[in-house]
């Protein structure tokens, strides 16, 4: 159709863009996350499409497998981007492990909670598929976390990082492991997942060394989208070997954001900072930029495919609603042992996204349960992205009330001391004016002169 013609379609990506990136900075002044615009506009553009074209038409069925592909390129380039802002430091090994332990605990209880209640209210679901449906809905979302913490302290900013990132991986891994028990001749079990694991990191430890040494020496200047071609061929390949490809991306953003302390001593003779500096530059921007598309595509998309008579069940909320509780009861409880009454406004920050639409659509053929309504995804990512707006504009008001306060404290003071000021140099200008009184000494020799 004419309507879906080569430059229609340019003219409209073009748009997507320019929308989205309007979109970002409504999101810095209100907070609220600039993927909730994007799944709109991706709604409005479903309704608008039908409206033109005239005919009803499929869209989950059409752009499934786009939808996959451009989700996982963008998975790949916001761990990516995660990893090149972490610095690995002695003073933050212990932030480092405490994100991984909350990240940890909060996607098994949260899985195992939501597990229960899908095998409670779903007809048909066991207690096996039940883990692999509520895996999905218990991995926090890093594409919606990274960009909404910017305003944070470093402090919480770090740990949001540090978390996400870490409930992708595990998350990911998790569910694979799943996968891989619905067939007992392929199944390895625990110590296979263990072996699996490590091999991963070796093969991503040796990969990054090779990829630091061999990119640092080519002369050229295009070189960025060659070392994410490698990138994205070692994930997939990664992939093919049941690997827990992530770690590959993971481990080598965080050699090249903390090469030093890769090559330490001697082996910093192997580096030439000046060009390994250039390249971490180069691809923090480039992958920056590339996650911004990739994620504007994504989750427009994802708003086309949305089916919106699945968000008028009453089950659908019913069950929804008990899931989303448990998410925020749950985290809750790991926040306050770990990080102790300071979880303000952490506690709320746990919405679901780009991971959990990636999982849903992999759920293995034979593990699908026809009971189940994909309105309870939708909802659970609609709600838990409203609850993380509403903490993230409760705390924006709250530190500026705080920084008002300071500033009318400071403004007090200020005053109180030029006030200060004022009446010392008045007293001193009273003094110069007043007419010198001759002393006692002076009268006293006077007289005797007379």
Do not use: C
């Not at 920084?403 to 110069?432: H, M, V």
Request: charged share 15%; aromatic share 10%; no cysteine.
């Amino acid at each position: 159709m004419e309507i879906l013609s080569s430059y229609n379609m340019i003219i409209g990506a073009a748009a997507i863009i320019i929308i989205s990136f309007w979109f970002n900075g409504i999101s810095k002044k209100t907070n609220i996350p600039s993927v909730l615009m994007l799944i709109v506009l991706g709604i409005a553009l479903q309704f608008g499409l039908k409206y033109v074209l005239g005919e009803e038409i499929d869209f989950e069925k059409n752009l499934r497998g786009t939808l996959e592909i451009i989700g996982t390129v963008g998975l790949i380039m916001i761990v990516l981007e995660a990893a090149l802002e972490l610095e690995l430091k002695k003073e933050k090994l212990i932030p480092i492990l405490k994100s991984m332990a909350i990240a940890l605990i909060g996607l098994v209880g949260s899985a195992w909670v939501a597990a229960l209640i899908l095998h409670q209210f779903i007809d048909g679901m066991t207690m096996q598929s039940a883990w692999l449906y509520a895996t999905p809905l218990s991995i926090l979302s890093s594409a919606i976390i990274i960009p909404s913490v910017s305003g944070l302290n470093e402090t919480k900013k770090e740990f949001h990082i540090y978390e996400s990132t870490f409930s992708d991986i595990m998350g990911i891994m998790m569910f694979y492991f799943l996968t891989g028990g619905l067939d007992p001749e392929t199944d390895t079990g625990a110590v296979g997942f263990a072996s699996n694991l490590v091999l991963t990191i070796v093969i991503a430890i040796v990969a990054s060394y090779a990829l630091v040494l061999i990119f640092q020496k080519i002369k050229s200047q295009a070189k960025q989208f060659l070392l994410i071609a490698v990138l994205l061929l070692l994930y997939a390949i990664g992939k093919k070997m049941h690997l827990s490809s992530l770690i590959i991306i993971l481990i080598f953003g965080l050699v090249i954001a903390n090469v030093k302390l890769f090559f330490p001593g001697k082996t910093s003779v192997f580096l030439e900072e000046e060009k390994m500096h250039q390249i971490f530059h180069e691809l923090h921007i480039i992958t920056l930029e590339t996650a911004f598309v990739v994620r504007t595509f994504f989750f427009v998309i994802f708003g086309v495919t949305i089916v919106l008579s699945s968000l008028l069940s009453l089950n659908v909320a019913m069950v929804s609603i008990l899931i989303i509780a448990s998410i925020f009861i749950i985290r809750f409880l790991v926040l306050r042992v770990f990080i102790g009454k300071d979880i303000l406004p952490q506690i709320f920050i746990a919405p679901r996204g780009l991971i959990t639409i990636l999982l849903f659509y992999a759920i293995p053929t034979e593990a699908e349960v026809p009971g189940f309504e994909s309105g309870i995804l939708l909802f659970v990512i609609i709600a838990t992205s409203l609850v993380m707006t509403w903490a993230m504009i409760k705390d924006k008001k709250q530190m500026g009330t705080m920084l008002d306060e300071i500033d009318e404290e400071l403004l007090a003071r200020n005053e109180a001391e030029d006030e200060l000021r004022d009446y010392e140099d008045s007293n001193d200008i009273a003094l110069a004016d007043r007419p010198e009184e001759p002393n006692e000494g002076s009268n006293d020799q006077n007289r005797q002169t007379d």
